[in-house]
């Protein structure tokens, strides 16, 4: 992979997750058919835990972990993306037609966006933002079949957007816990809390059958998806990742269209057209400068013919993705880049 160019494996693993959440979208609407949302969220939930538990005791950073940065960062990431984001999501979905939500979801990609720019230290181009301007387009050409009303509860789903953007960027900027411990931490307290909610406010008990389903669809929906997630965000920055993970709602159309037999809509193929065209034009963007790398000791996934990483392993080639703690000593060069952990510069 040659310095500067936007790595495409990250990229995959980005499509993969909004692959793996987009196709839960048919397997939660039966399941709601037996259980509450809440009680639901809960299951997904701790579904996603379960799934990273045996492979989260191994990796990270002791040293890093105990980090007040990145305990603060890996908190606030549940706290918003596990716990307020569902939560606001879920009250604005009782008062609001679901294709008005669905609409409304679309403003995630801009909230990740303005979040990142402000507060994060990421760095988007003019290019970048026509991209991103035509996601959210895209987003709503596809949700506009069903109809739309705006209602006060729009804005409670607006909440949630910001809470996930928020989410989004601390995700992107932990670095001493691997992908699989904090999705396991995401899980376990957003499971706990959404699931203690729901047999709380919904009432009933769900079945043998409904439990095991939530679980097993929360272990690939949220769990891997959360995984991949995290390991893309790393590499590319919360924006970029973002921008790829809006990706779910086409995918859950075309399995609408080939296993359901849904109707294939015009503006269902505008829309997806014009999402390719704004990856396309996020992909064509390119920034360079003169950067400073501070010293820093860090845990990603990375290689070792990347122009950043020159530490050796005689077992491991240097194209192979891996991942442990190691140390950077102190550089400046330029080169073309995104926002991943080595390149959080402020931009005048």
Known sequence: MAEGRTPTVPVIWCLLSAALFGASTPASKLLLAEVGPLTLAGLLYLGAALATLPFATKGGSAGRRRDRTNLRRLAGAVLFGGVLGPVALLVGLRSSPSASVSLWLNLETTATALLAWRWFQENLGARGWLANALVVLAGVLLAVPDGFTFAPPALLVLLACVCWGIDNNLTAVIDGYTPEQTTLAKGAVAGSVNLGLGLWLEGGTPGVGTVVGGLVVGSLAYGASIVLYIRGAQQLGATRSQMLFATAPFLGVLVAWVLVGEPVLAVQVAAALLMGGALAVLFSDRH????????????????????????????????????????????????????????RHRHR
């Open 288 to 343: 360079e400068h003169d950067h400073v790398h501070p010293a820093q000791v860090h845990t990603h996934a990375h290689r070792h013919d990347d122009g950043h990483h020159d530490h050796r392993h005689p077992d491991i080639p240097a194209e192979a993705w891996h991942t442990h703690e190691h140390g950077h000593a102190e550089v400046r060069h330029r080169h073309p880049h995104v926002p991943d952990l080595h390149h």
